[in-house]
């Protein structure tokens, strides 16, 4: 089942396109990372998809249904950016206004156990000024659970977490997953994002630029690191001349995108002998900045 699908999805404010054509399909029980800098992109889908925007043109499909149908969204929970909650109320007292407000009616132990998965059993009662920002993230992701979601859009979740919370709402995100929630999340923590997510998307200035499994994109990429004799390294690029090579230290080029035997072969077409030749894969983070620096840069800032 697709949980979320996009079709020529186009959001303009004016001049400026925010998001442009975007063809993006989610399947059902994943994690799914969504990636992209500061006015990519993000958040305006993630808003089209919730029925807070209205797209200027293509369609959306959430739930298999067509937005805006209204029951595509009825187990749908959200966080996008900050959430915000009465702060002289407490949290438990919070969530029990969201959930006398927000359709569908959730189950009576609902509150209590949004709470305890999210970890917040031990303050509840506490009110929420004096929460910290990680606390209110986790109390946002609380509210986002009342309702049992099929689905859950979340928007940097992670935001003022310090490294202990943000290793234990990995594992719970994870633990929803494999409970057959769909996460769609934005993050701009990729170290992160490369350890909880299924697949991922990543979005520049508007457009789709690529997406697949994790493991794919961080290496799609990949290089060949040739360690030579540094007498040799002259020599070397005229034998590689045309590939996208850089010196790496003293004694080693890096070869972007090609395969070792032929590199090998042009070198000893050379009378070069490399040292060594090694593949290396980039993580993530790496992938994703060579995606989103090579795009060439409008010079026009979209609303997130």
């Not at 917040?120 to 009110?127: F, I, Q």
């Not at 990949?222 to 040799?232: A, N, P």
């Not at 090579?294 to 026009?300: D, F, H, P």
Request: proline share 6%; charged share 25%; glycine share 10%.
């Amino acid at each position: 089942m697709r949980v979320i699908r996009c079709a020529g999805l186009t959001k303009r404010y004016g001049a400026t396109v925010a998001v442009d054509r975007l063809d993006l399909t989610v399947d059902a029980g994943q994690v799914f990372g969504f990636l992209g800098p500061n006015g990519s992109g993000k958040t305006t889908t993630m808003r089209m998809l919730l029925g807070l925007v209205t797209p200027t043109a293509g369609h959306a499909w959430v739930n298999e249904r067509r937005l805006p149908d209204p029951d595509g969204l009825a187990r749908v929970g959200a966080m996008i950016e900050e959430p915000a909650f009465y702060p002289w109320l407490t949290g438990r007292r919070n969530l029990e206004v969201v959930a006398l407000h927000g359709p569908p009616p959730p189950r009576p132990d609902a509150v209590g156990a949004a709470l305890e998965r999210v970890g917040l059993s031990a303050v509840a009662d506490r009110k929420v000024k004096a929460y910290s920002q990680g606390m209110r993230q986790r109390l946002g992701l609380a509210a986002a659970l009342l309702a049992d979601p099929v689905l859950l859009v979340l928007d940097e979740p992670t935001n003022g977490m310090d490294p202990a919370g943000i290793r234990e709402f990995r594992a719970l995100l994870r633990s929803l997953a494999d409970d057959g929630t769909t996460v769609f999340l934005s993050s701009h923590l990729l170290a992160e994002v490369e350890q909880v997510c299924d697949r991922v998307a990543v979005m520049n200035h508007g457009r789709l630029v690529e997406q697949g499994p994790v493991a794919g994109l961080s290496t799609v990429r990949r290089r060949l690191r040739i360690v030579l004799d540094e007498t040799d390294l002259d020599r070397a690029r005229e034998a590689l001349a045309g590939r996208t090579l850089r010196t790496d230290g003293p004694e080693a080029l890096l070869v972007e995108g090609t395969d070792g035997r032929a590199v090998n072969q042009a070198l000893g077409n050379a009378g070069v002998w490399a040292r060594q030749i090694l593949v290396e894969r980039p993580g993530l983070e790496e992938a994703f900045l060579t995606l989103t620096v090579a795009e060439e840069v409008t010079g026009a800032t979209a609303p997130r």
